[in-house]
C-alpha cells in the first residue's frame, strides 16, 4: 500500500520515551491491516472466537495501544472515508491478489507446507466494514478518541499534525509524507521483534522518525515536486511509469522540474493525461479533511472492554485484565497535562 520511497528519506531510530506525552495521530486502517496480517496462528489462520469471528484486529487494539498509553504517549486513531474515483483500480487489484493468495494458502495448507501457508495467509486479510465498527466500539470503551475521515485517514492524521494538534503521523506507508506530514513515525504499533525472510531468525524492531522538511532539503525538491515524482513511480491513484523507481523518479523531477516536462522525455503508452495529474496532485496537496473532531482521552470504561471482549469475543479476563491496567497512565497524563 502507498508509495515505496523510504529508501530515499532518512530515518531516525527513536524508542517510545521520545515520544513522552506526545499525541500521535494513527492512520487507523493501516494498522488493522497490519494486526490481521501479522496477528495470526502457525499455519496463518486468523485468531477467532468460537463463532468464527476474527479478533486479531482486537487484540492487536488492546495490546499496541496498551503499550503506548503505557509508555505516555497519547495515541488519536483516524479512520478512512470514501475512497477517491481513482483508487477503484488499484482496490481491484488488491482483491484479485487476495483471492489468489487465499487459494495459494489452501493449497499450501492441503500439503502440509506450514512455512508457505502463513505467507500466504498473510496476504488475504480483508478490512470490513464490521472489524472497522468493531474496532471503534473499542476505542470508544478503552477512551481512545478517534477520527471518521472524509477520505484518506493518512491525509486526516497529516493534516492534524500540520495543524500543531498533533506531534505526528503513525503508519507504515510513506503516503503520510505525500501529503505533507511534518513527521511521520513508523513501527510504532508493530511488534517488537519481526522475523527475517526465509529465516528462523528475528530481528528487533524500532519505532522510526522521518522529518519531511529536512528531508526535501536533502533531496533538493519541494512537496509538490515529490508528488510528482511519486505519480512517476506509480501510487494508489495511478500505474506508474515502467523502469521508473525512486532514485530515476527523483532524478528526472530534479532535472524536468516536474512531472508534465518529465513525461515528455521519457515517452511509452499510458501516460497519465494532464487533467489526471492534475487530479492526483490535488489529492495529496489539497486533502479532503474534516475538522469536526476533539481529542480527549477519559480514561478507560474497564466494565465495557470486557463485556466487548470477554463476553461478546470470548477473551480471557486473565487475559484482559493486565493490558487495562495500562492505561491507568491516561487519566495521570491529563492531569498533568492541566497542571502545565
Not at 56 to 61: D, I, N, Q, R, Y
Not at 165 to 173: L, M, V
Not at 211 to 223: M, P, V
Request: proline share 4%; with cysteine.
Amino acid at each position: 500500500m502507498g508509495v515505496d520511497i523510504g529508501d530515499l528519506f532518512k530515518q531516525e531510530k527513536i524508542s517510545f520515551k521520545d515520544l513522552h506525552d506526545r499525541i500521535i495521530v494513527i492512520d487507523a486502517y493501516n494498522v488493522i491491516h497490519q494486526f490481521l496480517s501479522s496477528i495470526r496462528q502457525r499455519d496463518g489462520t486468523p485468531l477467532k472466537n468460537s463463532k468464527g469471528e476474527i479478533t486479531s484486529h482486537l487484540t492487536g487494539l488492546l495490546h499496541r495501544t496498551g503499550n503506548m498509553v503505557e509508555a505516555r504517549i497519547r495515541p488519536v486513531y483516524a479512520f478512512d472515508g470514501k475512497p477517491h474515483l481513482l483508487k477503484a483500480k488499484t482496490l481491484e487489484e488488491r482483491k484479485k491478489r487476495k483471492e489468489l493468495a487465499e487459494k495459494e494458502w489452501k493449497e499450501a495448507l492441503e500439503a502440509g507446507d506450514i512455512k508457505k501457508a502463513r505467507t500466504k495467509a498473510q496476504q488475504t486479510s480483508r478490512v470490513t466494514n464490521e472489524i472497522i465498527q468493531q474496532s471503534k466500539q473499542l476505542l470508544d470503551a478503552l477512551g481512545i478518541p478517534y477520527i471518521q475521515s472524509p477520505s484518506e485517514g493518512e491525509a486526516q492524521a497529516s493534516y492534524m499534525v500540520k495543524k500543531g494538534d498533533a506531534y505526528a503521523a503513525g503508519s507504515q506507508d510513506f503516503d503520510c509524507l505525500l501529503v505533507g506530514s511534518p513527521i511521520l513515525v513508523r513501527n510504532l504499533t508493530a511488534s517488537t521483534r519481526r522475523k527475517l525472510p526465509g529465516k528462523e531468525a528475528y530481528t528487533k524492531i524500532n519505532p522510526h522518525q522521518i522529518r519531511l522538511k529536512s528531508n526535501l532539503k536533502l533531496l533538493g525538491i519541494t512537496q509538490k515536486q515529490l508528488v510528482d515524482m511519486a505519480i512517476l513511480i506509480g501510487t494508489d491513484f495511478n500505474d506508474g511509469i515502467k523502469g521508473i523507481g525512486p532514485k530515476k523518479g527523483l532524478n528526472l523531477i530534479k532535472k524536468n522540474g516536474n512531472v508534465e516536462n518529465a513525461l515528455a522525455t521519457v515517452g511509452g503508452e499510458k501516460l497519465p493525461s494532464f487533467d489526471e495529474i492534475k487530479e492526483i496532485r490535488k489529492i495529496f496537496l489539497e486533502p479532503n479533511i474534516t475538522d469536526d473532531y476533539s481529542l480527549d482521552w477519559p480514561g478507560s470504561d474497564n466494565e465495557k472492554v470486557i463485556k466487548i471482549l470477554c463476553d461478546n469475543h470470548q477473551f480471557t479476563l486473565e487475559r484482559v485484565e493486565p493490558i487495562l491496567e495500562k492505561f491507568s497512565n491516561i487519566k495521570q497524563m491529563m492531569k498533568q497535562k492541566t497542571l502545565f
